[in-house]
């Protein structure tokens, strides 16, 4: 990949080898591709983390951005929770601000509240010094993912991420989590053109970011848009979808599979299906044979998508024989959308991320119960 600048790239196919995990049986792999797999893939959003004592243990003292650019203890968090439930796949440790931080803007993450940023992002002025990211700005990261790589079983997929730009704009307009995202919608509606310039300097970024992942060897990605279902979906069409399609354009010639997920998104499942995934990701609000029968009835003459979800992490709370009741009912519910056509498969998940207190006993259970289903 040549210099990142402001410019969207079209990846150089010939680099594309470089996503390289071929093995056919990875049960992540063949849901995506619509084929049977030898077990039903299961991985959850914010598998790594403070649910796990190895976790706690090797993060002690060393603060949650720069954890993200120590190549082996990246590697090492990543893999902690593929290696305790036997996932099918691993999440890339990072976050999404992890291209801001790389690229040299101030952000931190904070315990117990999220990214922060040294100064909150709303002028013209802001947006235009917001730097480029360079490719050996992300050097620790690519070392880390090489690591990963060698450690995982050729069934087991690696999924690189970024947040979405609305998503992570959220967290530069506001200075932090937001709880109703105001400023952000006031800059929408009051002032589009500056909203617009933001999202024209994001997409890039967050593609450039997906790239590079790419290119150093992961086997899928997944678009975060988190906060998306706090739009309606006029809004999310006219200010977001158009920069979150851009991006998915962008990382589509690599060939790998693309996961488009966001939370409280019923209302924009078709919208967030049209942006170009190949897998959907549903939040625990919708069941999954209502979600995929919602997106294909809209879009009838494209080809099913996969799905991806969505047990509610606070069932992770109320014991086993609850978790067993529902994976069941949510393995039933995805296998009817794909007997019914509206689906090409499943892979299982979480309607959001594990919670940080939960009982990392009962993630491995639910692991289990998901592969006996
Ligand atoms: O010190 C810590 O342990 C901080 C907690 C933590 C962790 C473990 C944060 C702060 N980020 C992460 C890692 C992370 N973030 C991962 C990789 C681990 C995994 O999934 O196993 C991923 C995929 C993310 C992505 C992320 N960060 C999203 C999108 C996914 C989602 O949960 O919706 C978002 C919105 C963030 C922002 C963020 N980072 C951290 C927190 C606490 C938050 C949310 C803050 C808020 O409520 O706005």
Redesign the pocket.
Known sequence: MGAMTNELLTPDLAAASAARRADADAPYLAAVRGDKPSRRPVW???????SLPE?RKV?EGIP?LDSCFMPDLLAEI?MQ?VIRHDADAA???????VPLKAAGMDVE?V?G???VMGEAVRTSEQIANIPDLEPDQLGPIVEGIEQILERLRTDQVLIG?A?APF?VAS?LIEG???KNHEVTKAMMYAEPQLWHALMEKLSPMIAHFLQAQIEAGVDAIQL?D??AGFLTARDYREYVAPYSQKILDAVRPYGIPMTHFG?GTGELLVDLAKVGPDVVGVDWRVPMNVAAKRVQQALPDQTPKAYQGNLDPAVLFAGRDVIREHVKRIAAEAYEAIELGYSRGHIFNLG???M?HTDADAITAAFEEVHNS
């Open positions: 959850m959003m914010r598998q790594a983390g403070r976790y993060r949650m990543t929770p999440i890339l440790f990072s976050d999404i601000v993450i315990a509240r999220g990214p991420f947040g998503t967290y932090g989590p937001s975060f988190s906060w939370v959001h991320g594990v940080p």
